[in-house]
T-cell receptor, first 112, second 113 residues
Framework: GESVGLHLPTLSVQEGDNSIINCAYSNSASDYFIWYKQESGKGPQFIIDIRSNMDKRQGQRVTVLLNKTVKHLSLQIAATQPGDSAVYFCAEILEYGNKLVFGAGTILRVKS | EAQVTQNPRYLITVTGKKLTVTCSQNMNHEYMSWYRQDPGLGLRQIYYSMNVEVTDKGDVPEGYKVSRKEKRNFPLILESPSPNQTSLYFC????????????FGPGTRLTVT
């Protein structure tokens, strides 16, 4: 809910614009990454994933880019809609899928 | 409908009174996990289970217990809750066989006074 968003970076975009949400990860051994979306009052919802042997993966209106050199992930949302307003988390997968380490999250606000 | 369910959704309790939060999934998933979410800290893993009778600690296991006697259920037990365990708790599951996408439950908001 609301309290989850305290102290998080916020990205405000106009409806129809593209959004880019960034995430830095810490473990160079991570070989799998996931982006989750969390709407107010709900659990995180899977958006898209990427393995470390890829640089880019596209889904419906979303693209994830992975830069292993600088340990950076980004999530691009095309033609952002009001329904995209949420908190977005990246997660790195460790220990053969047994451990997820989540980033702190970014609030995306879409202005109509 | 494939889902992860948690009960209760909201709970207010007092320090030291044992409580259990239940988690159940209907997807025949092998892997289940518990997380807590606190403002500004993101989600932190408490415990996880790779299969029945197999559990292991996550990053913040202190003050919690879990059990996995059946594949579908993974209860979280707080033997003696304290105010610092006031948080939003999520259960999640995944197939555990090379597919790492975790499906999350709706969350349980716990307040310990």
């Amino acid at each position: 809910g609301e309290s989850v968003g305290l102290h998080l970076p916020t990205l405000s975009v106009q409806e129809g614009d593209n959004s880019i949400i960034n995430c830095a990860y810490s473990n160079s051994a991570s070989d799998y990454f996931i982006w989750y979306k969390q709407e107010s009052g709900k659990g995180p919802q899977f958006i898209i994933d990427i393995r470390s042997n890829m640089d880019k993966r596209q889904g419906q209106r979303v693209t994830v880019l992975l830069n292993k050199t600088v340990k950076h992930l980004s999530l691009q949302i095309a033609a952002t809609q009001p329904g995209d307003s949420a908190v977005y988390f990246c997660a790195e997968i460790l220990e053969y899928g047994n451990k997820l380490v989540f980033g702190a999250g970014t609030i995306l606000r879409v202005k109509s | 409908e494939a889902q992860v369910t948690q009960n209760p959704r909201y709970l207010i309790t007092v320090t030291g009174k044992k409580l259990t939060v239940t988690c159940s999934q209907n997807m025949n998933h092998e892997y289940m996990s518990w997380y807590r979410q606190d403002p500004g800290l993101g989600l932190r893993q408490i415990y996880y289970s790779m299969n029945v009778e197999v559990t292991d600690k996550g990053d913040v296991p202190e003050g919690y217990k879990v059990s996995r006697k059946e594949k579908r259920n993974f209860p979280l037990i707080l033997e003696s809750p304290s105010p610092n365990q006031t948080s939003l708790y999520f259960c999640a599951s995944s197939s555990g066989t090379g597919e790492y996408e975790q499906y999350f439950g709706p969350g349980t908001r716990l307040t310990v006074t």
